[in-house]
T-cell receptor, first 111, second 113 residues
């Protein structure tokens, strides 16, 4: 059974710092991995999707890496801003198309 | 519409009642997922449709929960004899294939009193 773990559960950093969020998964037989952002009371917004054959994806100040063999992904946020404050969720798509989420990391950027 | 639409946005019901939650996916998206999210938790998988058929319903908690997608577009999640423990945000998401991102609706907040 696929399990997805995100560390840390919560993180507070001063504005302007670079930061890394971690995601690990137990079954490496995945199709892809996605990082999402969720604002309070809202649905999820897809940030980056990495196919199983890829090692990383970049969008603006965000960079996500994938090491499938070790079951790990990181989301790197450069030059953090207060508007980056949100919950970040990692999700993996298994070979059976089921998508499993971690519990998320609550990020707070201090102005 | 431009995105995934879920109705109602909020639903308050009494214990023991029946509720239906609706999801309108993005036009052309064949894959549709239902998730349940409790406060401070990640989304919990409930059921996945590919077209009209439920490809995987292993996440449905018990037989009080049922979902349909009769024409391969709109889906309805049905909960019978609601319990207070069913209170959560129910999220719907759609995508074209496994290689494309999931698009989520804003969810339905269900409160069972």
């Amino acid at each position: 059974k696929q399990e997805v773990t995100q560390i840390p559960a919560a993180l507070s950093v001063p504005e302007g710092e670079n930061l890394v969020l971690n995601c690990s998964f137990t079954d490496s037989a995945i199709y892809n991995l996605q990082w999402f952002r969720q604002d309070p009371g809202k649905g999820l917004t897809s940030l980056l999707l990495i196919q199983s054959s890829q090692r990383e994806q970049t969008s603006g100040r965000l960079n996500a890496s994938l090491d499938k063999s070790s079951g790990r992904s990181t989301l790197y946020i450069a030059a953090s801003q207060p508007g980056d404050s949100a919950t970040y969720l990692c999700a993996v798509m298994n070979r059976d198309d089921k998508i499993i989420f971690g519990k998320g990391t609550r990020l707070h950027i201090l102005p | 519409g431009a995105g995934v639409s879920q109705t109602p946005s909020n639903k308050v019901t009494e214990k023991g009642k029946y509720v239906e939650l609706r999801c309108d996916p993005i036009s052309g998206h064949t894959a549709l997922y239902w998730y349940r999210q409790s406060l401070g938790q990640g989304p919990e998988f409930l059921i996945y449709f590919q077209g009209t058929g439920a490809a995987d319903d292993s996440g449905l908690p018990n037989d009080r929960f049922f979902a349909v997608r009769p024409e391969g577009s709109v889906s309805t999640l049905k909960i019978q004899r609601t319990e207070r423990g069913d209170s959560a945000v129910y999220l719907c998401a759609s995508s074209t294939t496994g290689t494309t991102p999931l698009h989520f609706g804003n969810g339905t907040r269900l409160t069972v009193t």
